[in-house]
Structures are given as C-alpha cells and as structure tokens.
C-alpha cells in the first residue's frame, strides 16, 4: 500500500468478523504501536488482548460498569452492552502506564500511548484489517480500571476492535486544512 493511501484513505471498520489477526499481522501492529513517539523513551504503554471467552468477561464487565453507573438500566440494555464485545474477533485494549512524572509530564505519556493506538489502526489498515477504536465511559469507570489493574496515574486509552472488515471501507470524511490552519509570520 502506498504511504499516502495508507495516510489519507484510512477508515475505521465497525462490521467485523472472523479470522481475527494472524499473529504475523499482529506482530506488525504491536512494532507499529512500539513506534510511537515516546519522550524520554518511557515505553508508557501495555495492551491486554481480550479474544475468545475473554471478550464475555470484558461484556460482563461494561454491563456492571452501566449498572453502577446508571442503576436504572433495563436489562435489555445491559444484555445488549455486555454483547458488544463480541462483534470482534479480537480486542487490544491500549493502557497508558505512567510510572514517573517528574521529568516527563503524565499528559505526554498518555498522548504517547495514544499515538500507540493510533498507529496500531494504521497497521490495521495497511494489512486490510478492520479495525475500530473506542472508549466511551467504561475507559474511566473505576470498575473497568480496577479490573485492568490500572494504577492512579494510568490511563485507559481504548479499546481497540479487531478483525476482518464485513463492509467495504466507507470513504473518508472531506475536510480541508486550511479551514484548520492559523499562521504565525
Ligand atoms: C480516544 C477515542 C475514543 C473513541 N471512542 C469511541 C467510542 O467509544 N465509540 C465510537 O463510536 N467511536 C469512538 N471513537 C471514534 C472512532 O474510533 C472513529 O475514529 C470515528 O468513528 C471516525 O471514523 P474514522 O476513524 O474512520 O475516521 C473514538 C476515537 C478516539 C480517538
């Protein structure tokens, strides 16, 4: 693929299926993700690949999550959360693991396993996997950090859906730069 296809047609995919990534294709997406610009060269980042039964507890888990939030959901609901999940083969959830921040501040790290992720969607792309990032409220909610065992300063990017795309990539959004850009002369 062409670096500017790869740069300017990527699409995320919601419809996935299986096969899940081949362990080639994810290798590729973890040294993509490794690649991320890193001050001071911290690595800030671990992933948790959720597949197979895995995927029913993560389910479980944002439906817990729904209901301590909001009490009041009807069960049809928390059914319908705790499926999500296993519209894809594989999930990778992307952790940003700040440990120090005297020196590198915790927003730079955070932003490093960001770009972590972001490069794991082009790597995603590149192999013609579907690939689709997501968060919602479940990346702050004290029982899905718990779970994941993260630590205070930590940060749970996002999960990252994983699979063989079910639909044709959807063009991209049209915006233009220069309704974006300022200039400093
Ligand atoms: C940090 C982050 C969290 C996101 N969380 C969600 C989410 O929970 N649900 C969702 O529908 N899209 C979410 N998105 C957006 C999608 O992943 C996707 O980027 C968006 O639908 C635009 O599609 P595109 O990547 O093909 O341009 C998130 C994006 C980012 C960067």
Not at 118 to 138: C, E, I, K, N, V
Request: aromatic residues 8%; charged residues 20%; hydrophobic residues 45%.
């Amino acid at each position: 693929m062409q670096a500017d296809t790869l740069l300017l047609q990527r699409r995320s995919c919601g419809r996935l299926t299986d096969p899940a990534p081949s362990a080639e294709q994810l290798d590729l997406l973890y040294r993509a993700a490794l690649r991320a610009p890193d001050h001071g060269a911290l690595a800030p980042f671990r992933f948790v690949e959720i597949s197979g039964e895995g995927r029913a507890t993560l389910g479980r888990l944002m439906a817990a999550s729904l209901k301590s939030r909001a009490p009041g959901t009807s069960n049809e609901t928390l059914a319908a959360v705790s499926q999500k999940p296993l519209t894809a083969p594989l999930i990778i959830a992307v952790i940003a693991r700040v440990e120090r921040t005297e020196r590198i501040p915790r927003q730079e790290q955070v932003i490093t396993a960001g770009c972590a992720a972001h490069a794991m969607l082009y790597a995603a792309y590149a192999q013609d996997l579907g690939a689709f990032w997501r968060t919602g409220d479940y990346a702050t909610d004290p029982l899905v950090r718990g779970a994941f065992e993260l630590k205070p300063m930590d940060e749970l990017v996002g999960f990252i859906y994983l699979g063989t795309p079910a639909t044709e990539p959807r063009p991209p959004v049209a915006l233009e730069p220069a309704d974006f850009i300022e200039y400093w002369s």
